[in-house]
């Protein structure tokens, strides 16, 4: 284990980097094995290579929500696929709900304190001093063949290992039942993606139910299988299948799930039925349930049950929410020509307040009409955000859960512009980008965070300008400059469980970087055909960063190692400064006698470990501006300084580095040089602007 801030990913990842170098240059000789088997799991192109393969999984589940105890109870015909190439003795299951258990990893590591008395009640079995966080975990789990013998098993914190009776061939598939119940967590423990939520005022819940069936861990030719523990930070891996789910709640509730439900007519009134039937095909949102209607449900608490189905093809994950409480509406759109019709839908208790029925369900449509043009077009039937159980957000295929319950009014002393409708709106939106990052392009979030929440960052400002070029958007160049001039952050790759500070390095940084990448090296249009193309050929697979990598340099032309190589896997800064000490030495000028033209030599020093091609504006006196680019290759031999001399005609006033911001450079102190002119003498004299 390692928890520096140059971890084990990161020197993995530089690892990997380097055999794919050396595979390239070898391959142009004579491959070796070993790099002729990476390039069959990858092409040269950065997609799947013709041995690429996956896993598939397939769940047929019941559950049941027992809303008097907050309890979940489930059984489930799991298939696994077996489409490696290697025989499997056992498999391993991920077992998320042991995070909340009382000895998990993660609440013995976050224990702050540990007293005689806890370490006592510990050994009982039960602390009451670790409060809610030791509430959780399976009660009862038990995995069988279909012909009924149980299945040997060894549990090891989240995760478990299932022997199977007998190896699993490529190409075979093996059916295992499984029964499990664990009581639901509340959602205000940390990390808790989902949960309950009670409202004291008329004693109903709403429930975010989700990591609630036993599931197999992702198992992949680069990783293995992925076996990290779920910590809490680090979010998910999984594989790919289909579900069909049926979930059992009480009379009255409402429920929204991954995927499509398959039996309206046997949960939904028939005015509910007329109304579905009109939201197919209304442009705006129509209410399925009306904020009078969900009211008034929430005072009628039947104890009978009823069935919900719902089914959901090529989906890494599946989650539910259901409430008496909730408000329903939904609209639907269309993506493409193909006159596939996909329903966008929320659902928000009266609480909610004002902005979710004006916002909500127009904001997933909007969203998702932009990323299907930047990137593939979304695939799914539905999309679907949930006010609450949580907090902050999560994204669940087809489905979100959001906290924010705004009112249509400005937060206090977080500024004039960014108000409670753009903290919602940008909620709204950065979840459903994760529809495709991890959601369409399988990642495994738990190893990889950044490029998910990286890319989806870097995607929410797109679509927020495209709602309005003005938005004041939160991962904005400057924002991200004043967070890496406050501390040293870690290198972008490292995983989410190895970091103080997730949304830093993870969210802040790894969108700043990647808008490096698209507004200054590649430029919009290059690095947009080269995501485009990225997810259309990853989309229902899982790439790594290194195809991620690999994809943009064939799609755009460039070779970027020194890019990946630095702005990912390092903690580096960028600082050019104009070189200005002593300026008059330094950066000193000439007038030619014969033609009037004047040459300034300027040079340039690169002061921090990261470098960048280096926009830079001339501002003559005139009031013309000149603009040129240093390309990063004037970097190449590995100089700290560059120098350059430029003649025009007029006296220049001012000369300044990166003017637009688009460096991210820490230090803007040492950017410009300002000329003062004394017209008798023809000799500006300079000076550093403080
Ligand atoms: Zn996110």
Known sequence: MNFSSTGSTALRILAVAGLAIAGIAGNLVAAGDSDRHNHQIATFLGGPGHEYWQQ??????SVKLDDKKQYITGDAQITYNNNSPYTLNYLWFQLDQNRFSLNSVSQLADATELTEDIIQSLS???????????????????????????????????????NLPKPLKPEDQITIEAEWEFPIIDAELPYSRGGFEHFPDD????????????????????????????????????ELGDFEVNISVPKGYIVAATGQLTNPKSVLSGQQLERLSRARTSQHPVFIVTPEEALLAQQNKYADHQVWTFTAKSVRDFAFAASRKFIWDAMSFQLDDSNRSIMAMSFYPNDAGSLWPKLATRTLVKTLSVLSKKLTTYPY?????????????????????????????????????????????SLLIHETIHSYFPGIINIDERSHGWV???????????????????????????????????????????????????????????????????????????????????????????????????????A????????????????????????????????????????????????????????????IRISLA?????LWTVPVDAWRLGNNTIRRSITVSQPAKVITLDPDNLTLDINQSNNSIVFLHDDSKRAPTSQTVP
Do not use: C
């Not at 819940?205 to 599931?215: D, E, N, V």
């Not at 005139?622 to 000149?626: A, E, M, S, V």
């Open 56 to 61: 598939k999984v397939d769940y047929v589940i």
């Open 124 to 162: 009982a079995g039960y602390a009451p001093e670790l409060g809610k966080m030791g509430s959780g975990g399976y009660r009862k789990l038990v995995l069988s063949t279909i012909d009924g013998n149980n299945l040997q098993t060894i549990q090891v914190g989240t995760l478990m290992r299932v």
């Open 203 to 238: 004693d109903n819940y709403l429930y975010g139910i989700a990591q609630w069936y036993p599931r197999p861990v992702a198992f992949s030719e680069e990783q293995g299988w992925h076996t990290q523990p779920y910590l809490g930070k680090g979010e998910f891996a999984s």
């Open 381 to 425: 039937p539905t999309i679907q955000a949930v006010n609450g159980p949580i907090k902050g957000g999560i994204e669940y295929p087809m489905i979100t859960f959001n906290g924010p319950r705004p009112e249509a009014k400005r937060i206090d002393g977080v500024g004039d512009e960014f108000t409670n409708e753009h903290y919602l709106t």
């Open 452 to 554: 998910d929440e990286g890319l989806t960052s870097l995607y929410q400002t797109i679509v927020e300008k495209s709602v309005d070029p003005k938005y004041p958007s939160l991962f904005s160049a400057q924002n991200t400059i004043e967070r890496l001039r406050q501390t040293a952050l870690s290198p972008v790759v490292e995983e989410a469980d190895n970091l103080r500070n997730v949304f830093d390095v993870h969210y802040i940084k790894a969108s700043a970087h990647f808008s490096v990448l698209r507004n200054l090296i590649l430029g919009p249009e290059l690095f947009d055909i080269s995501l485009q193309e990225f997810s259309r050929i990853w989309s229902f697979r899982r790439p790594t960063p290194e195809h991620l990598f690999l994809a943009i340099e064939s």
């Open 556 to 615: 755009s032309g460039k070779k970027l190692d020194w890019f990946w190589d630095t702005w990912f896997k390092s903690s580096d800064t960028l600082d050019f400064g104009i070189k200005s000490s002593a300026p008059l030495s330094l950066s000193g000028q000439n007038s030619t006698a014969e033609t009037g033209d004047l040459t300034y030599q300027i040079e340039i020093e690169k002061l921090g470990g990261l470098v960048a091609p280096l926009p």
């Open 622 to 626: 005139t009031g013309k501006d000149l």
